[in-house]
């Protein structure tokens, strides 16, 4: 029996990028860089896989050319009848292999909405959920160059929005750690993270029945960075402080995410301006009928039979 996957978890912009490297550096664990591909390939092999389908669809990604993958290298580990989970793990497993590696985890922020297909996937995964204050994260985003996130209907375009994605995301995932429990969940907070990275480093590799190596935290100068101009901070060793929402967004902007998610703030311990209350919001309400809409519209394009025109093979 393969052992668990390792799954991070974290809003956009809340650190998951640094503890992805750190972690990609133990010597039994692969992670790599976002796939995206998982709710593609869960909704077009649904039931037992056809591995001559699913192999088709593989050609079509581009994630595994980035990741250095070949098709051909997944096929030995496909078998007729075998689950989708099971087809997408061969995926990781052939990528971690390549790296000498015998297991493997995942970084992809966009799962934050897609929490009960992994769980369905993967039912024994380990799961480790890095939360930031959600006004360090939305001024983090809100300062990404144009052009390196894709932008949708469904996409943030302001502090409130952003706090509306923040706080369904956080919310869900600590609703996933209550049902799975702490045999299978671990919070962190990205602020202890930068403080103290070899004491947090070792709960995580408690969680996945890993032995902490000190190679974790060597990382710096070994990222290549230079197509990553949103990433930099990762040519410096774990550094607190590196953004502060009261000096990068404005008393406005901050005020508009307290409102939309300062419940949640409180509750996880940030502190809240004391003429700022979370009420029930319009437009948390909105931003969850968007998102739904958004998930619906891919899912129906995902599963269409001209998905595979518009995706045609790659060299």
Partial sequence: MSPPPLLLLGVRRSGTTLLRVMLDRHSQLAVPDESYFVPQLARRHRGAVDPAAFLDDLRRLPTLREWGVSPDHVAPRLRAGMSVGEAIGAVYATYAAGRGKERWGDKTPMYMEHLPLLERLWPDARYVHLIRDGRDAAASFLSMPEGLVTRTWAHPRSAADFACQWHREVRAARGLGGRVGPARYLELRYEELVR????????????????????????????????????????????????????????????????????????????????????????????????????????????SPFWRRRHPPLS
């Fill in 196 to 303: 103290r990275p070899d004491d947090e480093l070792r709960r995580i590799c408690e969680l996945a029945s890993l032995p902490y190596e000190d190679a974790m935290l060597d990382y710096v100068g070994k990222v290549d960075l230079s197509a990553k101009p949103h990433q930099q901070s990762l040519a410096k060793p774990p550094t607190p402080g590196l953004r502060n929402w009261r000096d990068d967004l404005s008393r406005a902007d901050a005020l508009a995410f307290e409102e939309v998610a300062g419940d949640l703030l409180a509750e996880l311990g940030y502190e809240v301006t004391a003429d700022s209350r979370a009420r029930p919001s319009v437009r948390r309400a909105r931003y969850a009928a968007l998102t739904a809409a958004w998930k619906a519209a891919a899912a129906a394009a995902q599963r």
